[in-house]
C-alpha cells in the first residue's frame, strides 16, 4: 500500500444512554481523520469541565464533543426552553484560522434554511472568547444507531429515509457548499405521533464551492472527514464539488440497504486506500436486491467525480426509480433473452491510468451494444451488462448472429489505442430470461436470472 500521509487519527466515545442525536453524531465511525491541531492537549479543556452557564443558559451536561467543539444540553434561565449549544474547545481560541472555520460553520447553517436542517437559534461568545452557538436539541436517535436497532432497512423504507436527507444535502449545495462529511450518525430521526422527522446536523467541516477570500482555512494535505466516507478526491486532498457528498450518500445507501459499509477495515488508512482503488460491491453481494438499485449506489461509487449522479435531486429520482422497479418486479413477466457480461480486471492494484482505460473500453463496448439494441441494467467502474429480449422462435439464429458481433467487438477492444497492459477483458455471452414490465411504450427489465453476474460462467466467456 502506498504511504498515505494523515493526520492524527482520534478515537470519540459518547455516554451510550445520552438520548439526544447530538451526544452521538460524533460517534458513528470509530475513528475520524482530523487535523493534528485539533487534537492539541490544554490546560484549559480543564476549566471547561466546571462550565455552568453560556449566555442565557443554564447547562445541563456534555452530550457530544469531536476535534474542535463540544455540544452541552442546556435550559434557558428565564423560559426554561431547552436547547443544545456547541462551544469551541477553548485552547482553540488562539488559532484565528480555527475561530474563523467555527464561525463560518455557524454561518454556512444560518443561510441553508431548511425543514431539514437543524436551526440555530443564536450565536456569541463565553467569558473566555469561546465563540458559540445555540441550536434545537433534537431528542431521538441518529441514522446510524437506527440502523443498530432495526437492522438493514428495506428498499421502501431507505427511500423515506433518504428523501429529506437528499432534499437537505441539494439545500446545502444550492447555498454553495460541500458538507464533506454526510454519514449515519449526522442525520437525526425523531419519531413522535406517527410523524417522523429528519434533519441534517455537523456542517463542521463545511466548506463554499466558491473558494474563500485570503488564506484557505485547511491546509494543503489535511484531511478532513469520516474514513468510511470519504470519496476519492477528498482522500487526495483535491478542490471538492457537490459530487463528493454524492459519494458519501452512496455508502450511506449501502449501508441503509445492507447493513454494512462498501468498505471496511481496522486501519482508516487502508479504508482511505480502498476508496482509492478498490471497485465497489455490489449491494446485491449483501442482500437480496435488484440490479436496479445496485446500478444506483455504483453510480454514486464511482471513482470518477463526473461519473456520478450531478446533484442530490437526481440521485434522489434515480433512486425513485430503481425502487419502483424493486416493487414492481414481481407484476412483471418473463421473456427470453440475451445477455452480454463485459468485465474488467487486474492482478495488481488500479491506478487512474487503468480506471482512465477501463472507462474507455466500457464506453465503446455500450455504443456498440446499444446500436444493436442493448439495453444495461448495469453499469460500473470495472463492468458492463447488457440485455436484449429476444423472439422464442429466434433465440439460436440471433444468438449466433451476435457472437459475431461481439468477436468483432472483442479483437477492436483488445486492438484499441494506448491500451493498458495490467487491464484484462473477458466478454461473455449467455442466453436466459429477463423479468419485463410495460413502461410507456416500452418493455423495462426489472430482474431475471440474466442480470446475476455470477450466472456468467467460463463456459460463457469468448476466448481468443
Known amino acids: 500500500m502506498p504511504d498515505l500521509e494523515y493526520n492524527q487519527v482520534v478515537s470519540r466515545s459518547v455516554d451510550p444512554s445520552s438520548r439526544t442525536s447530538q451526544s452521538s453524531q460524533l460517534a458513528d465511525e470509530a475513528t475520524e481523520i482530523v487535523p493534528v491541531e485539533m487534537t492539541l492537549p490544554h ?80 450565536t456569541g461568545r463565553t467569558d473566555l472568547g469561546q465563540p458559540y452557538y445555540v441550536m434545537e436539541l433534537l431528542e431521538g436517535v441518529n441514522l446510524r444507531r437506527l440502523l443498530q436497532l432495526h437492522g438493514r432497512f428495506s428498499p421502501a423504507e431507505v427511500l423515506d429515509l433518504l428523501t429529506p436527507v437528499c432534499n437537505a444535502v441539494q439545500a446545502v449545495h444550492d447555498a454553495g457548499f460541500v458538507h464533506r462529511d454526510i454519514k449515519g450518525s449526522n442525520v437525526h430521526v425523531v419519531d413522535v405521533g406517527g410523524r417522523r422527522t429528519i434533519k441534517l446536523l455537523d456542517f463542521g467541516i463545511a466548506k463554499s464551492v466558491h473558494g474563500e477570500a485570503g488564506p484557505g482555512l485547511t491546509e494543503p494535505g489535511v484531511k478532513l472527514g469520516s474514513a468510511h466516507t470519504m470519496a476519492p478526491e477528498q482522500v487526495r486532498c483535491e478542490r471538492l464539488d457537490a459530487r463528493a457528498d454524492i459519494y458519501a450518500l452512496g455508502v450511506l445507501t449501502f449501508q441503509l440497504l445492507t447493513g454494512e459499509y462498501p468498505f471496511d477495515a481496522e486501519d482508516p488508512r487502508q479504508i482511505a486506500f480502498l476508496h482509492l482503488q478498490a471497485p465497489p460491491p455490489r449491494p446485491s453481494s449483501k442482500a437480496q436486491l435488484s440490479p436496479a438499485l445496485d446500478a444506483v449506489v455504483l453510480r454514486c461509487l464511482e471513482k470518477q467525480a463526473e461519473r456520478r449522479f450531478s446533484s442530490a ?20 413477466r418473463d421473456m427470453p433473452a440475451l445477455g452480454v457480461l463485459i468485465a474488467l480486471a487486474s492482478e495488481v492494484e ?115
Open 43 to 122: 490546560q484549559a479543556m480543564l476549566a471547561q469541565r466546571d462550565l455552568k452557564h453560556i449566555g442565557e443558559y443554564i447547562i445541563d451536561e456534555l452530550i457530544g464533543e469531536g476535534g474542535g467543539g463540544r455540544v452541552f444540553s442546556a435550559r434557558h434561565v428565564m423560559s426554561g426552553e431547552r436547547v443544545a449549544i456547541k462551544v469551541l474547545r477553548p485552547e482553540m481560541v488562539p488559532l484565528p484560522h480555527l475561530v474563523t472555520r467555527f464561525n463560518r460553520e455557524v454561518e454556512a447553517i444560518q443561510m441553508m434554511r431548511h425543514p431539514n436542517i437543524v436551526e440555530v437559534i443564536e
Open 350 to 464: 488500479l491506478d487512474d491510468a487503468m480506471l482512465e482505460d477501463m472507462a474507455n473500453v466500457l464506453d465503446q463496448a455500450a455504443q456498440c451494444l446499444a446500436n444493436h439494441g442493448f439495453g444495461f441494467p448495469l453499469q460500473t467502474a470495472t463492468a458492463l451488462l447488457g440485455v436484449r429480449s429476444v423472439d422464442p422462435a429466434d433465440v439460436e439464429q440471433e444468438r449466433q448472429q451476435l457472437y459475431g458481433v461481439l468477436s468483432d467487438l472483442r479483437v477492436a477492444l483488445n486492438d484499441r489505442f494506448d491500451a493498458h497492459p495490467a487491464v484484462q477483458l473477458t466478454l461473455s455471452l449467455r442466453q436466459g430470461e429477463v423479468r419485463c414490465r410495460v413502461s410507456g411504450s416500452e418493455l423495462e427489465v426489472v430482474g431475471g436470472a440474466l442480470l446475476e453476474l455470477d450466472s456468467y460462467g467460463a463456459e460463457h466467456q469468448l476466448l481468443d
Open 313 to 332: 435531486t437526481e440521485l434522489l429520482g434515480a433512486l425513485r426509480a430503481a425502487i419502483g422497479v424493486e416493487e414492481s418486479a414481481t407484476n412483471g
